[in-house]
């Protein structure tokens, strides 16, 4: 209720306030569908409320009616946080640009969990089209890895391979994506990569990771390409001079 009214206040008062109270409002939300109780504002739980998200998808063969009927309201949950995320990300960028990257990464990942619970709930939430959501993941995730290429403000390079790796989680699912599924991924990666080849001890341990991500989504008829790219990750890394990144 606290933070709400904060929302509510924050209209009237200092706008980076209004991110930051959006944000954590968010933050609640997204837990609160994840481990429950889902609805907030319910004046007394239910016998379902207090299950996590996971459990509720499990009850659905045994108790279908009380579990999808909770579903729902936590799907409802999700798309609140999600709006949430999404407002605290445009405000920070108009007048908390220090967090910007940050707030982005964390509204993404919600957007991309929540896409991946509406691959077999979808009936659940007609509201959120999951092709329609995937896109504007992979629009955002590429927008944040563009502004990492310009060297740009706040941007760090945690943040660029969060957006990278989010953006190939993104393209791996969409219907139009070519290639399709784990090579959407690599392919991702991929193009991504040469945007950490930047002088830095932080860069370069970031494209360790980039780099160990791609050994992951090669087939495994390729295997000996996936041990090449675990080399190629430990030949960067003796390149670190910072024994702490190394």
Known sequence: ASLTAAVEASKSDEPRWAAEAHYWLGQVMLQSALQGPGDLTADAPSQVSAKSFDELKNMRELAPMAAEAELRTRLQTWESAMRHFQEATLLANRHWKAEWASILCDDIQCRLSLANELLTLQNLATQVPRGTLL????????????????????????????????????????????????????????????????????????????????????????????????????????????SRLA
């Open 135 to 242: 896109e504007g993941i992979a629009a955002d995730a590429q927008k944040l890895v563009d502004k990492a290429g310009t060297k740009a403000e706040f941007v760090e390079p945690h943040h660029a391979a969060t957006a990278l790796m989010l953006l190939g989680g993104a393209q791996k699912e969409l219907p139009v994506a070519k290639p399709a599924g784990p090579a959407a991924s690599l392919a991702a990666l991929q193009r991504g990569e040469l945007l950490f080849d930047q002088p830095g001890d932080a860069w370069k341990a970031t494209r360790v990771e980039i780099v160990l991500q791609q050994a992951r989504f090669f087939e495994k008829a390729k295997v000996k390409d996936a041990e090449q790219q675990v080399k190629r990750a430990e030949e960067i890394a003796r390149g670190i001079q910072d």
